[in-house]
Every structure is written in structure tokens, then in C-alpha cells.
T-cell receptor, first 111, second 113 residues
Framework: TQLLEQSPQFLSIQEGENLTVYCNSSSVFSSLQWYRQEPGEGPVLLVTVVTGGEVKKLKRLTFQFGDARKDSSLHITAAQPGDTGLYLCAGESYNTDKLIFGTGTRLQVFP | GAGVSQSPRYKVAKRGQDVALRCDPISGHVSLFWYQQALGQGPEFLTYFQNEAQLDKSGLPSDRFFAERPEGSVSTLKIQRTQQEDSAVYLC???????????FGQGTRLTVV
């Protein structure tokens, strides 16, 4: 059972456009992570956010953790074809050490 | 090696056959996770080890699935009497003691025919 819902599920855009991916839950998490996964590979960690309201920037990527620690967003500015992939959020519960992954957002950026 | 290594990369099994999937975590990493990922979906938690102790196996879909990590390093996920619905990519991840950021292997793609 997935406790983290991501939207949109699919996103196809042209190079240079901006986009936002959302990750929502009814559960509170001690931290939330974003991963990118390419075909035939395992997910690769992009960022971890741990404080409610926290904003982290990684070049053209901006990550935000909701004040209530239940949701997060990933914003990409001026998307490039190299950004193509499956984006996954993952939350860490307070009482366990396991990561619960979101449903995923598949991004395709066309040149 | 420097990363998490999984073997085999691909496995085709006939329905009813037993399979064993291996995971070599990053050296020194205490925590080890197994996930199952269906095509185009997010990984689903299967089980979690801290050293050799299996602390959570709540995600194992049936008693045909069994995981072990006897010496707190290499782990094996065993699936008995494979069924078609077991077809998926099985991902292994490891993390250090105090950091829960997980490093994933490339996965084993299991196809049951």
C-alpha cells in the first residue's frame, strides 16, 4: 500500500519549460527524500529534507518540505532532456527506519 | 566495490521454480532493505535488516518469500515456487547507521514464465 501519492503521474514537456511534481500524504514523516531513477538502474538520491518548511536548491531543482511534514514538492526550472526519468519521493516514518516510496512521476523532456 | 551490487541482473524462472537473489551492500552499512518494483511504479517495501537482525518483514507478500542476512553483510532474497505475479524488479538498498539515505543497487529483473 502506497502512503505517498505523487502527481502528476506522467509529464511530457518541451526543453526550457518549468514543472512541479507533488508528493502528498496523510502521514507525518521525520524526513523526506527525492530520488531519480533511469531505466535499468536503481533510484539515485537527489536530496533529503528534514525540517518542516525547509527549502533546498540543487542547481535547477528546488525541493520543499511542507510545514506539517506531510507533503513535498520538486520544482525544475528550464527542464533539459537530461532531466528525463522517473522521480520518486520517499518518506521515513518516525517509528520505523524503512522508507515508504511514492507512486512515482515519469518525466519526459523533449528537445 | 564502492556501491551496492546485486546479482543476477536478470533472471528468468519457470513457474514453480525457486530463485535466490543476492545483494552485496556498501561495506560497513548497517541497514539493508529489499524492495519490489513493478514496471513504472514506485518501489514497495519488502523487508529490512539491521546488521543480521530482520527487524521488519511486513512487506513480504507471502510465506513463499524469505530473506536472510546471516553475517550482517550479504543478503539473499529467496522466492519459493515462483508465480507470474512475482515478476518484477527486486531492489536492494543499504544505509549507514545514523543516516537513512539509502543507496540502491541496479536491481534484479525477475521474469516468471
Amino acid at each position: 500500500t502506497q502512503l505517498l501519492e505523487q502527481s502528476p503521474q506522467f509529464l511530457s514537456i518541451q526543453e526550457g519549460e518549468n514543472l512541479t511534481v507533488y508528493c502528498n500524504s496523510s502521514s507525518v514523516f521525520s524526513s523526506l527524500q527525492w530520488y531519480r531513477q533511469e531505466p535499468g538502474e536503481g533510484p539515485v538520491l537527489l536530496v533529503t529534507v528534514v525540517t518542516g518548511g525547509e527549502v533546498k536548491k540543487l542547481k535547477r531543482l528546488t525541493f520543499q518540505f511542507g510545514d506539517a511534514r506531510k507533503d513535498s514538492s520538486l520544482h525544475i526550472t528550464a527542464a533539459q532532456p537530461g532531466d528525463t526519468g522517473l522521480y520518486l519521493c520517499a518518506g521515513e516514518s518516525y517509528n520505523t527506519d524503512k522508507l515508504i516510496f511514492g507512486t512515482g512521476t515519469r518525466l519526459q523532456v523533449f528537445p | 566495490g564502492a556501491g551496492v551490487s546485486q546479482s543476477p541482473r536478470y533472471k528468468v524462472a519457470k513457474r514453480g521454480q525457486d530463485v535466490a537473489l543476492r545483494c552485496d551492500p556498501i561495506s560497513g552499512h548497517v541497514s539493508l532493505f529489499w524492495y519490489q518494483q513493478a514496471l513504472g511504479q514506485g518501489p514497495e517495501f519488502l523487508t529490512y535488516f539491521q546488521n543480521e537482525a530482520q527487524l521488519d518483514k511486513s512487506g513480504l507478500p507471502s510465506d513463499r518469500f524469505f530473506a536472510e542476512r546471516p553475517e550482517g553483510s550479504v543478503s539473499t532474497l529467496k522466492i519459493q515456487r515462483t508465480q507470474q505475479e512475482d515478476s518484477a524488479v527486486y531492489l536492494c538498498a543499504s544505509s549507514s547507521d545514523r543516516v537513512t539515505e539509502a543507496f540502491f543497487g541496479q536491481g534484479t529483473r525477475l521474469t516468471v514464465v
